[in-house]
């Protein structure tokens, strides 16, 4: 989430959902959080019965418009649009915060000479080069004057912790060749151990006009930019009416301030765009005018797309990254050796000073003693990235027969991926592939149940189905969307032959280790020497007692151990083993510490004492102690900011963290994300370096100048604002910067299987957004084999307004046909009053809904909402524009439906539950 | 009514259904009448509770029926399922509304089905909840016509009738039911009856400062002369736009009348025939 890391520091949440219910409005933009997050949603309500405003703004009215006091229908792909006029009202209205603004913000720091904003390009920023279709932002000067009018380094960690990463999509990198992406801070970091050394900021501090006059201060830029965005412009691009956007405005500005926060939260409805990061700069831009950031009710709440998304970007299944957001070694770079990854890497000054620690550390915790101070700890090992392998361009790749094999666990892309056509020519071209799955879903029987593919005997590959064991089956961790770290202890034996996914893992990798024992070529050491011994000590049992029927199951908490860390130099008298680090503090460089990621450490201090298990419920309104959050179990980020630069509360209403004057340290609830005895009065002598460079009054503590960005000299590829520019795809002209349609730095990956509609007025003129129902779980590979969830919803649908269905003769309830230029799908008409034909630019538009559940496996199939959407790449982070695209509608079938793959079983049985007493059985049951 | 005061023809009406019972009274001083208050305010439609009822009491599915009710596709209550998220779309107008509401079994206080069956099998337990013990069960039906809300079915598997049993295996065991424990806003909230009419009547007296000026309780009083319901609702538009009657009908007031109506017109009948076939007698002679 780089738009967060950009404005804030770190890429992920800042707040978590329990606080939603201390707010005061709460708007809700880009996610339909009531019907894809339930069980966070409560929170949300619990505010809502004690009088705060809840605010939907979205293409279609949800179940989570039907909660909130305040529903504003716009346009899907119109996001910037609404949040700069938000910006611009709370600018002209000088609703701003300005004691926290002008202290917190960079709102006074100069900007470089040279830049030049999209006023003065008419559409593109300074540094745009068109025919590569990129930025330059050093020859564009996003930067701040100082030194050189040197921008602080792209490199210094304020990117976000990878890619939004959502629905379970891959995230992706940054840069062509991935390594550059990753701000090295987008995950975590501490200042609890400050370092010393300079941030990178320039010697000393930008300059900074405090009066806000300079036109070449941030606020004067972000004034300029804003100023065309004005509510008129709101409602021609977006098709709201002015009265509504205005309500909103309102509602917003009289709901922030000393006395009361307004919280905002997103999903994947902003992330899924080509501007998907600059949908979250913008909405962190607002946050920050209206000062909201770091204090209890406010904050910007991202909600993650999956289980567990950020378990996977923190111990990364991403390509370019190792654990703790280090970057994977490149190919191509000064990474040859240990010393020169860390000198390009790391950072001589801020937290990363300890860059070797960790790096060092994780080599450690992979090839053990093999690792040693004379081998580089086996540096040369990892292995290099030449290319981009995100998921987009990995199936690109594939679809044209550059890949040979494959692993899918838990993923279904032949259902779910963007243009999951394009992703079932890509499977349909491998040689072999693995899916670990509980049931058989589009990906595992793509070769004989596809109707829209060729036959079975012209595909080759090989699939390999491994039935896999389900959650209650299995014992490990979550780390859910606000970084919170869970575990969940194992119930009952899987099944039959399931397994879990870390049995197979680990049982695969030890075969691999047999297999290459007795080499002798160099090549091979990295598998021979890989620490790989997770084996119980004694026989596991079940939480009844009885012994486990599964042989080779290896031990989940001893590789949470391993991600904690170990002090190999001493031994804990407890377990006659390494003893266990209490944090990622006791790190070192000199080879005596293993940890597999950095981050994490501190969730396993004591050999028997994971915190991730811990449920104690506390007085404490944070409940510190239920579940670890990274970093140092803090559960609200930038909090620092709930006090005033004299560090006393802003308010007794909203008060959170505070400076104590005699215990002399900050105290509250929450961990301070400050260091915790650092006075606010404390101001930074010119030269210093490191955390002693932020001053006491300053909260955003992973920014070189300790403030947050509402310009962003870094962090984003593609501009320092957000400008409003239209969907790859887009039915509607781009009536802000006529020159440039859509955004200047959008991949397109066009191909005879991925063709795109530049220019669909005629065509495919209406627009499509996807979304989801509570009632099935992403392309549906767990809900649409399961009877009790198939009757709730039963089949694809779309929904679409009646105006638009009388226009083309579509019935309600009667099939319909929705064709995008990548093919046609097939679903029943759901004609409601929900959804609104839209006056844009003194014309009607008409949008659709079509939820992305369906596809050809299963107890229910139907249309494919995703084999509708392209393959359309956001420069940031490679997200693809689910939520945003052009297509047609006309009554009737396609001719092609396809059968479901498995029978509808009379489920549950009739037997009776088994070890249960007769006068104990389901009062359902017949017998 | 004066047949009332007819102790014969009180002991007639009653002696075979209808019959009348007294008010529950829990099985013990201690344990006080349980049940449900479904706040619809705070209700997401996520139906949770259909899932959770089903995976508890190991209900089947009901086949896959794309209604176009809008999200509705359970569509009401039956023996197979025993709670249902009612959706009403209303769009338009000063601001847009989708009413959603988790219905379930009423458990009445004077409960028309426990009245009307013929075989004790319909029984109030030691929790105060309506339950229908299908051991004795013999599947006469009755019970069904005589719901005033439509709960009941009776399946076509074993013949009998079904429906919620306020989860009385989770209840015995000192656990809520399935679907209160499943829902993620506390929509359902599962308790004494006493109390939950109190937090309920604070509940509307809350919204109606808020401004929600439309929010009723439904059931926790006697409605229109129909007794108290144990499960009752917080409702913010008119009941039938959740499909409940405003006033439901009690199948066994007025009983007694109907009773002397029909005695009546047998008598009268039985007259007539009388004197036709006396004339008969006469022409045959």
């Avoid at chain 1, 301030?257 to 831009?285: C, D, K, S």
């Avoid at chain 1, 606000?482 to 075969?511: I, M, T």
Wanted: proline letters at 8%; charged letters at 20%.
């Amino acid at each position: 989430m780089p738009g967060l890391g950009a404005s804030f520091g770190r890429g992920a949440a800042t707040s978590f959902q329990q606080d939603l219910a201390n707010s005061d409005c709460i708007l809700i933009m880009g996610s339909n959080m009531a019907e894809a997050h339930p069980v966070g949603f409560r929170w949300p309500m619990k505010a809502k019965e004690k009088g705060a405003k809840l605010i939907h703004v979205d293409p279609r009215f949800t179940r989570t418009s039907a909660l909130c006091d305040l529903f504003v229908g716009i346009r899907a792909g119109s996001d910037i649009a609404f949040l700069g006029g938000l910006i611009n009202y709370v600018l002209t209205n000088e609703k701003w915060f300005k004691d926290y603004v002008l202290a917190y913000t960079n709102a006074s720091t100069i900007v470089a000479e040279g830049f030049q904003d999209t006023e003065e390009l008419e559409g593109v920023f300074s540094g745009y080069d068109p025919q590569k279709q990129e930025y330059d932002a050093s020859k564009g000067h996003w930067g701040y004057e100082g030194a050189g009018g040197d921008k602080p380094k792209q490199d210094q960690g304020v990117e976000g912790a990878g890619g939004a990463a959502e629905g379970g999509e891959q995230k992706s990198q940054q840069g062509s060749k991935g390594v550059h992406g990753y701000g090295l801070m987008g995950g975590a970091s501490s200042h609890s151990t400050p370092q010393s050394e300079s941030t990178a900021a320039p010697a000393g501090q930008p300059p900074r006009d405090p009066t806000l006059q300079d036109p070449r201060c941030a606020m004067q830029y972000l004034r300029r930019h804003y100023a065309r965005y004005t509510p008129e412009m709101v409602t021609q691009t977006c098709g709201c009416t002015v009265e509504q956007f205005l309500e909103v405005a309102q509602l917003l500005c009289d709901n922030s301030g000393p006395e009361r926060t307004t919280a905002l939260v997103y999903a994947v409805g902003w992330t899924q765009h080509t501007t998907g990061v600059q949908i979250i700069r913008a909405a962190g831009i607002l946050q920050m005018l209206l000062g909201n950031m770091g204090r209890p009710g406010g904050g910007i709440m991202a909600m993650r797309g999956h289980a567990s998304i950020q378990g996977s970007t923190d111990v990364p299944t991403l390509y370019d990254l190792l654990p703790g957001y280090l970057p994977q070694p490149a190919a191509d770079k000064g990474h040859e050796d240990l010393a020169s990854y860390v000198k390009y890497e790391g950072m001589p000054t801020g937290y990363w000073a300890n860059f070797r620690k960790f790096i060092v550390s994780l080599l450690k915790a992979w090839y053990g003693e093999a690792a040693t101070p004379e081998n580089d700890f086996c540096f040369s090992w990892l292995p290099r990235i030449d290319d981009d392998y995100s998921q987009l361009l990995f199936f690109n790749k594939m679809a044209k027969g550059e890949v040979k094999g494959y692993f899918l666990f838990g993923q279904n892309p032949g259902g779910g991926g963007p243009n999951a056509r394009l992703h079932r020519a890509g499977l349909r071209n491998l040689d072999w592939l693995v899916v670990a799955d509980w049931f058989e879903t589009e990906s595992a029987v793509f070769w004989k149940n596809d109707p829209t593919a060729p036959p079975s005997s012209e595909i080759k590959t090989e699939v390999f189905f491994i039935p896999a064991a389900s959650a209650t089956a299995k014992e490990g961790s979550f780390t859910n969307t606000q970084r919170l770290l869970q575990w969940h202890d194992k119930a009952v034996d899987p099944e039959g032959d399931c397994r879990s996914d870390l049995w197979f893992v680990y049982n695969l990798g030890k075969r691999i280790k047999q297999l290459y024992a007795d080499s002798t070529d160099p090549k091979d050491d990295p598998i021979k020497h890989l620490t790989w011994d997770y084996d119980h000590d004694e026989p596991p049992r079940l939480p009844d007692g009885s012994l486990s029927r599964i042989e080779g199951e290896p031990n989940a908490s001893k590789v949470l151990q391993e991600i904690n860390g170990y002090n190999l130099k001493e031994i804990d008298s407890r377990t006659g083993k390494p003893k266990l680090l209490s944090g990622f503090s006791e790190c070192k460089e000199d080879g005596s510490t293993a940890c597999g990621c950095w981050i994490y450490s501190g969730v396993f201090p004591e050999p028997d004492r994971n915190r991730a298990r811990e449920r104690k419920i506390t007085d404490n309104p944070v409940q510190p102690e239920w579940g670890f959050a990274w970093p140092h179990n803090r559960r609200m980020m930038y909090n620092r900011a709930s006090a005033d630069p004299q560090g006393r509360p802003w308010s007794e209403r909203k008060k959170y963290i505070w400076w104590d004057e005699e215990k002399k340290k900050w105290v509250g609830n929450d961990e301070p994300d400050f260091e915790p005895d650092k006075p606010p009065s404390y101001r930074p002598a010119p030269d210093c370096k490191g955390m002693d460079a932020i001053s006491g009054a300053e909260p955003f503590i992973m920014k070189p100048d300790g403030r947050a960005w509402l310009f962003a000299p870094g962090g984003t590829k593609d501009g320092p604002f957000p400008a409003h520019y239209e969907a790859g795809e887009s039915p509607v002209r781009n009536l802000l910067y006529p020159k440039y349609q859509a955004s200047p730095t959008t991949r397109y990956f066009e191909g005879p299987l991925n063709p795109i509609a530049h220019t669909p007025e005629s065509e495919y003129p209406i627009v499509a957004t996807t979304f989801r129902l509570t009632e099935h779980y992403l392309s549906g590979p767990m809900s649409r084999f399961n009877s009790w969830l198939n009757e709730l919803q039963p089949e694809m649908f779309a929904e679409l307004s009646p105006e638009l269905a009388e226009e083309r003769g579509i019935e309600h309830g009667g099939w319909m046909t929705i064709s995008s230029p990548r093919g046609s799908i097939e679903a029943r008409a759901m004609v409601t009053r929900r959804i609104k034909p839209l006056t844009i630019d003194g014309r009607i538009v008409h949008q659709i809904g079509l939820p992305f559940h369906w596809a050809f496996a299963g107890e229910t199939v139907g249309g494919n909402a995703n084999d509708l959407t392209s393959l359309t790449a956001d420069p940031n982070v490679s997200m693809h524009e689910g939520k945003a695209f052009v297509c047609e509608v006309r009554p009737g079938r396609t001719g092609t439906p396809a059968q479901p793959t498995k029978k509808v079983a009379p489920w549950p049985t009739r037997e009776d539950s088994p070890d249960t007493p007769k006068s104990a059985q389901p009062e359902g049951h017949l017998k | 009514m004066i047949l009332q005061q007819l102790p014969v023809l009180n002991e007639l009406s009653n002696a075979f259904p209808p019959r009348q019972t007294p008010v529950p009274s829990p099985g013990s001083d201690t344990q006080p009448l349980m049940g449900f208050f479904t706040d619809t305010s705070v209700c997401i439609g996520c139906k949770a509770c259909e899932v959770a009822c089903k995976q508890w009491n190991q209900l089947p599915s009901d086949g896959f029926n794309f209604t176009g009710h809008s999200y509705d596709n359970t569509r009401m209550l039956s023996e197979t399922t025993w709670r249902h998220v009612a959706f009403k779309e209303k769009i338009g107008g000063e601001k847009s509304r989708w009413l959603m509401m988790s219905d379930v079994c009423k458990h009445c206080e004077d409960a028309p089905c426990q009245q009307s069956c013929p075989t004790g099998s319909i029984i109030y337990n030691e929790f105060g909840d309506v339950y229908v013990q299908p051991d004795i069960c013999n599947g006469c039906g009755y019970c069904i016509s005589a719901c005033p809300f439509g709960v009941l079915g009776r399946s076509p598997e074993d013949g009998r009738a079904h429906k919620c049993t306020l989860c009385y295996d989770r209840q015995t065991d000192g656990m809520q039911p399935a679907c209160a424990k499943s829902c993620p806003t506390a929509s359902i909230q599962f308790g004494p009856v006493e109390e939950l009419r109190e937090k309920a009547k604070q509940r509307v007296e809350t919204l109606h400062a808020q401004g929600n000026t439309q929010a009723y309780l439904y059931g926790a009083d006697s409605l229109d002369g129909y007794g108290r319901l144990n499960s009752f609702f917080l409702l913010e538009d008119h009941p039938n736009e959740y499909n409940l009657p405003e006033a439901p009908p009690q199948p066994l007031h007025g009983q007694e009348t109907r009773y002397a109506l029909s005695l009546l017109t047998g008598l009268v009948l039985m007259l007539l025939s009388a004197l036709f076939f006396s004339k008969g007698d006469n022409y045959a002679r």
